[in-house]
């Protein structure tokens, strides 16, 4: 079956920095979407991606959908305490059974002591 | 315009038991599905519901099952419950087949 694989597992920010993180697949995706998910919380939309190489910005967000379509990445810019929270990529296949979301493991963001 | 909505948002159970997790959708949404999120992991796809029918699932056995509602709510029912079925479960909705999932903020099952 389909496997994502989200880099890095977790993060550490300072208030400022920008941050990156990318998920990758073993086959490809009509859609990518980018979720964060805070305690106590279902996973809130972020970024959907419907076109091979396109970049989207949401505010301080930035994704792109790769060209092979196997790929994605996120950018956070000047990071603020917010930003703390577990971020998930998730591929969609259209026609896909259920049009299921297939999701990584998660990039867990955390605050530098 | 309300989101969507689960209940109850935790929930004990015994292994051998049945449970029943309702959700409502966003308004306007027609399609739901639903995820089970283990500790530490990204939510896995257990089936969808599209005009009251399931028009896809995920790798679970029967003893998870579902059902939707004309007014486009739904239940997860799991039967004989496994100590690994302990999870976050979460609902989704969407407005058509295929167009971003919204997700309400999930019911967390322990089973002991």
């Known amino acids: 079956g389909q496997q994502l694989n989200q880099s890095p597992q977790s993060m550490f920010i300072q208030e400022g920095e920008d941050v990156s993180m990318n998920c990758t697949s073993s086959?490809?995706?009509?859609?990518w979407l980018w979720y964060k998910q805070d305690p106590g919380e279902g996973p809130v939309l972020l970024i959907a991606l419907y076109k091979a190489g396109e970049l989207t910005s949401n505010g301080r967000l930035t994704a792109q959908f790769g060209i092979t379509r196997k790929d994605s990445f996120l950018n956070i810019s000047a990071s603020i305490p917010s930003d703390v929270g577990i971020y998930f990529c998730a591929g969609q296949l259209f026609k896909a059974a259920g049009n299921k979301l297939t999701f990584g493991g998660g990039t867990r963001v955390l605050v530098k002591p | 315009e309300t989101g969507v909505t689960q209940s109850p948002t935790h929930l004990i159970k015994t292994r051998g038991q049945q449970v029943t997790l309702r959700c409502s959708s966003q308004?306007?949404?027609?399609?739901v599905s639903w995820y089970q999120q283990a500790l530490g992991q990204g939510p896995q796809f257990i089936f969808q519901?599209?005009?009251?029918?399931?028009?896809g699932r995920g790798n679970f056995p029967p003893r998870f099952s579902g059902l939707q509602f004309p007014n486009y709510s739904s239940e997860l029912n799991v039967n004989a419950l496994e100590l690994d079925d302990s999870a976050l479960y979460l609902c989704?909705?969407?407005?058509?087949?295929?167009?971003?999932?919204?997700f309400g903020n999930g019911t967390r099952l322990t089973v002991t």
């Open positions: 519901y599209y005009r009251e029918e399931e028009n």
């Open positions: 308004s306007g949404h027609n399609t």
């Open positions: 086959s490809i995706f009509n859609t």
């Open positions: 989704a909705s969407s407005s058509r087949q295929g167009s971003p999932l919204h």
